[in-house]
């Protein structure tokens, strides 16, 4: 049976790799004396509640317009025109159309990056190459089963500096995380520097493999797709990794 503890240290690992720090947050330790004003509210809505609302809409809106057209046809107009919103909400949320296709991406590199530790933790009391498996298996699955959605991470961005930026900066985050649940498993002279650059060339070669199958360039199925990249895993940590199921703590 798998340490109960594990699926928390995977959320953990999770949060590091992502720096969900909190940046930015209001100063608590001035205290300051003012009177207390009740915030109107329309429809049984604060303001606060309804500027949400609204941009959720011009999220879902440009994720609309992304999975059918691709990013490029992603405008401020275009996307307004969509969520049913004048120009000024826009900005309202935004500063601009970059902003915004950020957003999106980030929201989509937290789903794949969670379903990916999702399906790690289902296997968590197997060796390092079977939680492998079961992350590329997920993630292949999900590229198959939901290519329009699956398009914002693993599609082309050429063109698009902030898009390219966040998939150089989301293989980081990756490798980052890969290498953090592989610790337990390292043998005690591992090299480091080694097993970093594997990662990042088994990583970086992922999501280029999936563009080339995404658009058609290499036809193979789902399941030779997992198993093939399986294999080239299974070689390139080999020799990093003990043999055997995790430690118990």
């Known amino acids: 049976m798998a340490p109960q503890r594990r699926p928390c240290r995977r959320r953990f690992l999770l949060a590091h790799a992502l720096r969900l720090q909190s940046e930015g947050t209001c100063r608590q330790d001035v205290s300051v004396e003012s009177a207390k004003v009740t915030?109107?509210?329309?429809?049984g809505?604060?303001?606060?509640?309804?500027?949400?609302?609204?941009?959720?809409?011009?999220?879902?809106?440009?994720?609309?317009?992304?999975?059918e057209q691709g990013w490029a046809?992603?405008?401020?107009r275009g996307v307004c025109a969509k969520a049913g919103l004048t120009d000024r909400y826009f900005y309202e949320s935004f500063t601009d159309r970059d902003a915004l296709l950020g957003t999106i991406w980030?929201?989509?590199?937290?789903e794949t990056l969670g379903m990916l530790l999702d399906a790690i933790t289902g296997v968590a009391d197997q060796d390092a190459?079977?939680?492998?498996?079961?992350?590329?298996?997920?993630?292949?699955?999900?590229i198959a089963d939901e290519p329009a959605r699956a398009q914002i991470i693993f599609g082309d961005h050429d063109g698009s500096a902030v898009l390219e930026q966040r998939?150089?900066?989301?293989v980081q985050m990756a490798t980052d995380l890969m290498i953090g649940m592989a610790t337990q498993f390292?043998?005690?002279?591992?090299?480091?520097?080694?097993?970093?650059?594997n990662v990042l060339l088994g990583i970086?070669?992922?999501v280029e493999l999936m563009l080339a199958w995404r658009s058609g360039l290499l036809e193979a199925t789902t399941d030779e797709i997992v198993g093939h990249l399986s294999d080239v895993g299974a070689a390139l940590a080999d020799r990093f990794l003990r043999p055997g199921p995790p430690p118990e703590r």
């Open 45 to 67: 809505k604060s303001a606060e509640q309804r500027r949400a609302e609204r941009r959720a809409q011009l999220v879902e809106a440009a994720l609309e317009i992304w999975q």
């Open 129 to 142: 190459l079977s939680q492998l498996r079961a992350a590329v298996d997920a993630v292949v699955h999900h």
């Open 186 to 197: 390292l043998r005690d002279d591992a090299d480091l520097k080694a097993l970093r650059i």
């Open 167 to 170: 998939r150089r900066d989301t």
């Open 73 to 76: 046809a992603v405008t401020m």
């Open 106 to 110: 980030d929201q989509m590199r937290d």
């Open 39 to 43: 915030p109107r509210r329309y429809g």
């Open 204 to 206: 970086g070669g992922f």
